[in-house]
């Protein structure tokens, strides 16, 4: 594991504990290289309401399994599943032509019409959706270079689009 990082990379980097980046959608200045935390988050076990559910990327493990599960955790996947089935287009349209989104719940990363992902929700959800007690991740290697380049200026200047 050794030289390897996990891809939002914060600029606090030395500071920073995974649990309060398991939260957020964390992108700092090396999410256009890399992504946000959002892309590489396998795994969350997560306390909601009354019982511990573990929520994995059915592209791991088939969907089916954890739609047919009893109780709590089968609910909020049938759930879930149903609600985002059920309004796919509608919430795909909602979704902002960004490169960089921190709007909050991600439904319309949830489901692609392959891979069904509540993580991506939990993610973006800021705690409010439940507490996150472990949180598996994918790390990469870091690209050998890399340089940021941080210009100021003392009025705003317009570069091909609207500007005021």
């Known amino acids: 594991m050794r030289g390897l990082i996990l891809p939002c990379y914060t600029a606090s980097k030395s500071l920073k504990h995974l649990g309060r980046d398991g939260g957020p ?7 256009l290289a890399y992504g946000q935390t959002k892309d590489y988050v396998e795994e969350l ?11 994995w990327r059915t592209g791991q493990q088939p969907a089916g399994a954890k739609l047919k599960l009893p109780g709590f955790e089968g609910e909020i996947y049938r759930q879930m599943f149903r609600l985002i089935k059920d309004n796919f287009g ?19 990363e949830v489901w692609n019409k392959n891979i069904f992902n509540l993580a991506k929700l939990i993610t973006g959800s800021q705690g409010t959706l439940g507490l996150v007690t472990k949180i598996k991740n994918q790390v990469v290697r870091p690209k050998p270079l890399s340089e940021l380049l941080v ?7 317009q570069f091909g689009g609207s500007c005021t």
């Open 45 to 55: 076990h997560v306390v909601c309401r009354t019982a511990m559910i573990r929520i």
């Open 90 to 108: 509608l919430i795909q349209k909602a979704k902002p032509t960004t490169s960089k989104n921190s709007s909050g719940y991600l439904l319309w």
């Open 25 to 31: 959608i964390i992108a700092r200045e090396k999410s």
């Open 151 to 157: 210009i100021f200026y003392e009025r705003f200047v």
